[in-house]
């Protein structure tokens, strides 16, 4: 990466960081941090362009609607914020960022690479011990319990069910994050979802026979 991408990157990360200090539910500065190295990572095996994906990767949460009043107002945002800093492939960032959001899972599939690499990182940072951690957080952060037994596993869970404290952290595995492995878009974030999916399976089992008092 040239000198001059470098410099644009930096003061992306600045933004990021100014834009998340102290969110305390998962959408941290660290998993934008995150985010950005799996990215990087994913873009160097997967033949994808570093500084697109290393920018998208950092403005991904920046550009979330579920940070702003009105829908599309953290994609006019960062677009505003990439023509007044003059960044070179603002397309190329603004295609990237687009696809990233899971949105239930019914969201369209990135058409380029680095909108690829860029959603398959965003999706690693929810499994794997990372993915387990972020989700205890989430819910303590939204009272939820941690697991009720007399609750069976739900996949469809609606808004409704989350007011009336029908989520638990638990659910939240059955829910999203053991999906997650099947909706990976490169060769290369496959290969890690499986390895973080098998690590989400040994804790449920871990889990259960703790809780069962059988180890
Ligand atoms: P994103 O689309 O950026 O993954 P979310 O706000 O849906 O954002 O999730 C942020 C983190 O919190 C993720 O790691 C996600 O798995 C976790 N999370 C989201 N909803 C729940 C929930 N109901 N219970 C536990 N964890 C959750
Ligand atoms: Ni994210």
């Not at 998340?20 to 990087?40: I, M, Q, S």
């Not at 965003?122 to 941690?146: E, K, N, S, V, W």
Request: glycine fraction near 6%.
């Amino acid at each position: 990466m040239s000198n001059s991408d470098r410099v644009f990157v930096d003061r992306a990360e600045k933004l990021a960081r100014s834009f998340f200090e102290g969110d305390a539910t998962g959408h941290d500065w660290y998993h934008t941090h995150r985010v950005r190295n799996t990215a990087v990572s994913l873009a160097e095996k997967e033949d994808a362009d570093l500084f697109v994906c290393e920018m998208a990767a950092l403005l991904h949460d920046v550009a979330d609607d579920k940070f702003y009043d009105e829908p599309e107002r953290g994609m006019q945002f960062v677009q505003s914020w990439l023509e007044k800093e003059n960044v070179p492939k603002a397309a190329q960032i603004i295609k990237a960022i687009e696809t990233v959001s899971f949105k239930g899972g019914t969201n369209r599939a990135p058409d380029t690479i680095e909108g690829r690499v860029v959603q398959d990182a965003d999706r690693l940072d929810a499994i794997g011990a990372t993915g387990i951690a972020r989700c205890f957080m989430y819910a303590g952060a939204h009272q939820d319990p941690m697991h009720v037994p007399e609750l069976p596993p739900r996949t469809n869970m609606t808004e409704k069910d989350y007011r009336t404290g029908k989520s638990t952290a638990i659910n939240h595995f059955y829910e999203k994050l053991l999906t997650l492995k099947e909706r990976m878009q490169t060769v290369t974030g496959k290969r890690m979802a499986q390895e973080r999916h098998a690590f989400l399976e040994t804790f449920l089992d871990t889990f259960a026979d703790e809780w069962n008092g059988k180890k």
